[in-house]
């Protein structure tokens, strides 16, 4: 759920709307999702006055945030490390994701920080809890480019099934060793069940080029009005290195480099992954400066991102690509009583739970009430908009969800305590 929102415009499922044949309704929603298109619907009382056009659409990102982020550090969480990035992140309510090698530890003469039981603890009961995520990157820290598909399929394979082991929820994937260009590795991180995989980009060096290679897009996923990345299995993430590490001048070494990209997502209304490794740990591999970390962390938070895990925008995504609003408006002689929404997104429920943010125009005489929103008899949250624009975020479930103003007249506040009490109201006067 959300505050108050702002709005963006977008189609209108109604009455008529239902009226249609499911399949029909289906394909239409399809339709009027990719193009936003407005419908006008036809309410009961509404023979001789023309029917009000309602606008639904689902955000781009969640909370209609103009673009989205995800934080991820190459490593596993390791409690009292100083610097402690966790609890700085965590301070400025952002969140992180870390990228946790399942089997053993070691890639050639590299020794990575291996899982055990209290950084395994440590992840899933301080950070997680918190918002913080994992990413799949490796049962072993190898590049799975230069093995055959069928031993790429049983790494990840290995990588996702540890993970379960361990409580945790696989959907994000970030390759180790920089691989996972080559198109058979993508196929693999699939079949094993993974959901995206990123693959850490580098810009083309020097000032002219990092410039062309910032308009050319190459660090953007989602831009614009896309519905979908162009490859879930090559997602572009930033690479980030400080230059006194080995001179890497095609990493995005500070935040000086660092703000530009940013500016950028937000314009063409993208989602960027950067990919940290041994954030203030000098004598660790690919470092990166603590201050200008700091500086990264502060940037983000002033911008309006959704700073979130790869896991959740992969959700999102998702979900949003596949999604139908059905609105079902309920007039009576009051005006609009109740509004039923239904998300739909086909999906499993399970596995793609989070929850997506609608936009819809709320009826006027609803602007400044507050309103509840329940789905099964169960009391969600009760919200107010200053505004017709409604931002609200509902988990897609296929089940309806009603939302009712709270009035002042005491026959409404007599329907109010029943719903309140847990019973589904009887609303629909005109079925
Ligand atoms: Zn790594």
């Known amino acids: 759920m959300n505050g108050n929102g702002n709005g963006l415009r977008g189609f209108a499922p109604n009455d008529l709307w239902r009226a249609l044949p499911p399949l029909r309704r289906k394909a239409t929603a399809l339709l009027l999702l990719g193009v936003l298109v407005l419908a006008a619907g036809c309410q009961p009382q509404a023979v001789d006055a023309p029917p009000a056009p309602l606008n639904a659409s689902v955000a781009k990102w969640f909370d209609n945030h103009a673009a989205a982020i995800s934080i991820t550090n190459d490593d596993w969480p390791i409690p009292g490390r100083e610097p402690d990035i966790d609890s700085y992140v965590m301070e400025r309510g952002l969140v992180m994701g870390y990228e946790i090698v399942t089997g053993n530890s070691f890639s050639g003469e590299r020794i990575f920080s291996g899982p055990d039981d209290e950084r395994i603890a440590y992840l899933m009961s301080e950070l ?11 049962h072993n820290h190898v590049d799975h480019d230069e093995l055959s598909y069928e031993e790429a399929l049983e790494s990840f394979q290995a990588c996702y099934d540890t993970m379960k082991d361990w ?12 691989a996972g260009h ?6 693999a991180l699939e079949a094993a069940g993974f959901l995206s995989g990123r693959i850490n980009i580098r810009d083309s060096g020097g000032f002219l080029n990092r410039l062309l290679a910032r308009n050319a897009g190459k660090f953007y996923n989602i831009p614009g009005s896309q519905l979908a990345p162009d490859n879930w299995f090559g997602l572009r993430a930033v690479e980030m290195q400080s230059i006194e590490f080995e001179g890497c001048d095609r990493c995005i070494n500070d935040n000086d480099e660092l703000t530009p990209i940013l500016d950028e997502a937000l314009e063409r209304t993208a989602w960027v992954i950067l990919s940290y490794h041994s954030i203030g740990q000098r004598e660790n591999w690919g470092w990166y400066d603590w201050d200008e970390f700091r500086k990264d962390v502060q940037s983000i938070a002033a911008r309006d991102f959704w700073t979130a895990p790869m896991n959740d925008i992969t959700l999102y995504v998702r979900e949003r690509e596949n999604a139908v609003i059905t609105l079902d408006l309920v007039e009576g002689g009051a005006g609009t009583e109740s509004i039923e929404v239904t998300l739909s997104d086909g999906l499993d429920n399970v596995r793609f739970d989070q929850p997506l943010t609608i936009l819809f125009d709320q009826p006027t005489d609803w602007v400044g009430r507050p309103f509840t929103v329940s789905q099964d ?11 017709e624009a409604v ?22 506040i007599h329907r109010e305590q029943d719903y309140l009490a847990g019973g589904k109201p009887s609303v629909r006067q005109d079925d």
Do not use: C, I, W
């Open 128 to 138: 997680v809890p918190n918002g913080f995520s994992y990413y799949g990157h490796g």
């Open 167 to 178: 409580g945790m929820k696989p959907v994000a994937y970030a390759y180790p060793r920089s």
């Open 182 to 187: 080559e198109e058979e590795t993508q196929r």
């Open 377 to 387: 008899g169960e009391l969600l949250d009760e919200l107010v908009f200053d505004t």
């Open 391 to 412: 931002a609200l975020s509902l988990e897609p479930n296929e089940r309806p969800y009603l939302l009712r103003p709270r009035h002042s007249g005491s026959a409404a």
